[in-house]
């Protein structure tokens, strides 16, 4: 049971590219959330999914889309990287758990993105 | 929307004293209050968590409180260790048709032994 996952670990952007952030989950949880953390600012949600196929967007969307395909995996793209958004990502997942409150969250080990 | 205001930013405490971390937030529909560990490098990780309904939950040597009317809650260690050193996060959690949970900017604790 590997929990929560991310790949990549870390990358390197040029300003403009593109690149997607990949979060998989073997919990069987519905929901997943995207979000950034930056120094001083805590976690941010970017956007989220409460089921297969669903989307919606968090306090900080702009500049990002994802997509739920399937359940166990949540994308995050960025369609042309700014250097704002150098940033530790992090997946989560919750609902349902056995042992905890529903809404507890579960995160991945996060993804350290540099925009040159 | 939901804001969540923590305080303070850093605290450094020596080992074996008690550290309180508080939080107020905004939004009164907010019914579920997690706290999160972080250590460095490392992910979010729950330590304690408190729902509106409750006024205190305590877990060996880590408790929260939650004082719904003037909307604060608050993380209390005791007996401190240098392994509590860490960043905590307070934050509050509204059921939208998915737990939008909006977290505080984080204290950093330090331990001194």
């Known amino acids: 049971n590997a929990g929560v996952t991310q790949t990549p670990k870390f990358r390197v952007l040029k300003t403009g590219q593109s690149m997607t952030l990949l979060c998989a989950q073997d919990m069987n949880h519905e929901y997943m959330y995207w979000y950034r953390q930056d120094p001083g600012m805590g976690l941010r949600l970017i956007h989220y999914s409460v089921g297969e196929g669903t989307t919606a967007k968090g306090e900080v969307p702009d500049g990002y889309n994802v997509s739920r395909l399937k359940k166990q995996n949540f994308l995050l793209g960025l369609e042309s990287a700014a250097p704002s958004q150098t940033s530790v990502y992090f997946c989560?997942?919750?609902?349902?758990?056995?042992?905890?409150?529903?809404?507890?969250?579960?995160f991945g080990p996060g993804t350290r993105l540099l925009v040159l | 929307g939901e804001n969540v205001e923590q305080h303070p930013s850093t605290l450094s405490v020596q080992e074996g004293d008690s550290a309180v971390i508080k939080c107020t937030y905004s939004?009164?529909?907010?019914?579920?209050f997690p706290w999160y560990k972080q250590e460095l490098g490392k992910r979010p990780q729950l330590i304690i968590d408190i729902r509106s309904n409750v006024g205190e939950k305590k877990d060996q040597r880590i408790a929260v409180t939650l004082n719904k009317t003037a909307k604060h809650f608050s993380l209390h260690i005791t007996e401190t260790q240098p392994e509590d050193s860490a960043v905590y996060f307070c934050a509050a959690t509204l059921n939208t048709g998915g737990f939008k949970t909006i977290f505080g900017a984080g204290t950093r604790l330090f331990v001194k032994a």
């Open positions: 989560a997942s919750n609902l349902p758990t056995l042992d905890r409150a529903q809404e507890t969250q579960y």
């Open positions: 939004d009164s529909a907010s019914n579920y």
